[in-house]
């Protein structure tokens, strides 16, 4: 080594097991700063990629939300069309049981035919191959930013409740359908049934056996209690004929209408009667108003169906609740 001073130099001897040494040394070091190196990208790229995941999957659980939103409000439209074919059948004493047979097992075979109920299944093994994209889950790689999904609210248990509602729906149109020709058929019958609540209001006694107001003892309630103001319109809920209109020391002023068929309304504790006997109805006149006569606590209507003189609980006979 020589400097720009005069006279100045330096000599420095290194013998070749040093500099092989100081050549491995330096190769190793550059080797571990390149592996860091790569590492570190690596891990930088992964956890873009767990962030990109986790914001996948929050959309995908917001999407689940809104999927399971629609389904539930799809379950509640089918049991609320349930409820309201069931009083149709009720109101109208329509036979459903053969109906019923014929949706399970689908036509009668012709004459000489045999009955094969598993003639167009598929194989269990194939059903079972269709099926296992549901109920049999890979593991979860949560090295990569995969992650479980809480509880049974998953695609498993929501394709099954999709199926579920589906196949309900087309047995709920198929039985809509011909419920309402069966319906078309007796068109006299329906509008001579009871099918609208009398009064807004809401009810405040049910019917059957209850504790009485007045004796403190449990006895039969024939009748819906509905209060409202009074004063407030009582509509016929049916097409009759006024059978009664009058004062009833039990049920202050009553009135009572004859829809044919066996079936009797009844309205009792009114303010007022605004019909008289043999007067033909329609559904939706005014028949009365709400009052509190006869042994009643309060404004209310009591309202009663009585089929061929037996009374029944009015409330199958509301189709607007």
């Not at 202050?252 to 109805?281: A, F, N």
Request: aromatic fraction near 6%.
């Amino acid at each position: 080594m020589v400097s720009n001073r005069r006279g100045t130099t330096r000599k420095i001897s290194v013998s070749a097991g040093w500099l092989k040494a100081g050549t491995a040394l330096l190769a190793v070091v550059t080797l571990v700063l390149a592996a860091c190196l790569v590492d570190y990208v690596g891990l930088l790229s992964q956890a873009m990629e767990v962030k990109r995941l986790r914001a996948e999957n929050d959309q995908l659980k917001q999407q689940f939300q809104v999927v399971e939103g629609k389904l539930n409000s799809l379950e509640t439209g089918l049991e609320r069309v349930k409820s309201w074919v069931v009083k149709l059948k009720n109101i109208t004493n329509i036979d459903d049981e053969n109906r019923e047979l014929k949706l399970a097992i689908g036509p009668l075979p012709r004459t000489g035919e045999g009955i094969n109920p598993a003639a167009d299944r598929m194989p269990s093994s194939a059903l079972a191959v269709k099926d296992a994209v549901f109920f049999e889950r890979a593991p979860v790689d949560e090295a990569h930013g995969e992650l479980t999904v809480e509880g049974q609210r998953d695609y498993a248990s929501l394709a099954i409740r999709i199926d579920q509602a589906v196949s309900e729906t087309l047995l709920r149109e198929q039985g809509v359908l011909e419920l309402y020709n069966s319906l078309s058929e007796r068109q006299s019958l329906l509008a001579a049934t009871p099918s609208i609540k009398p009064v807004r209001g809401w009810f405040t006694s049910k019917f059957g056996y209850r504790i009485s107001p007045f004796t403190g003892r449990p006895v039969m309630h024939n009748g819906l209690d509905v209060a409202a103001s009074p004063g407030a319109p009582i509509y016929a809920p049916a097409d009759g004929v006024v059978s009664f209109a009058g004062y009833d020391a039990g049920y202050g002023k009553l009135v009572s209408i004859d829809h044919g068929y066996g079936v009797i309304t009844r309205y009792g504790h009114l303010s007022q009667i605004s019909v008289e006997i043999g007067q033909k109805i329609k559904r939706r006149d005014l028949i009365a108003a709400v009052g509190s006569t006869g042994r009643s606590t309060g404004p209310h209507l009591h309202y009663e169906v009585r089929v061929n003189g037996v009374p029944v609980d009015p409330i199958n006979y509301v189709l607007d609740e």
